[in-house]
């Protein structure tokens, strides 16, 4: 299928392979795959929330300290602009 069409393939009678192999992932419960996400992003978020070893010391509504690889948190002012400007991109999208 076309790839905006991917996703309904789901519902089609066989189900959803991944990379068209049956052996990988077979999909054929929306549920199925609705609970899994669920449980892999809750779980993931519970983990950084309740101060995992890389969540010790963060501000619990932003997920931005941990993960800084070119170092743009190290001037306050500066990742503080940032943390704006992500958000009002993410409210342009």
């Known amino acids: 299928p076309v790839w905006f069409k991917a996703g309904s393939t789901i519902f089609a009678d ?23 996400q669920v449980v892999l992003m809750g779980g993931a978020e ?11 010391g963060l501000d619990k509504s932003y997920p931005g300290g941990a993960f ?4 743009m948190s190290d001037d306050p002012e500066a990742f503080a602009e940032l943390k704006v400007k992500g958000i009002k991109n993410g409210r342009l999208a």
Do not use: C, E, K, M
């Not at 519970?46 to 010790?56: A, I």
């Not at 800084?68 to 170092?71: F, M, Q, V």
């Open 14 to 36: 066989g189900g959803l392979n991944y990379l068209n192999s049956p052996s990988l992932i077979h999909a054929q419960s929306i549920l199925a795959i609705l609970a899994t």
């Open 68 to 71: 800084d690889p070119l170092g």
């Open 46 to 56: 519970f983990y950084r929330v309740n101060g995992g070893p890389l969540g010790t």
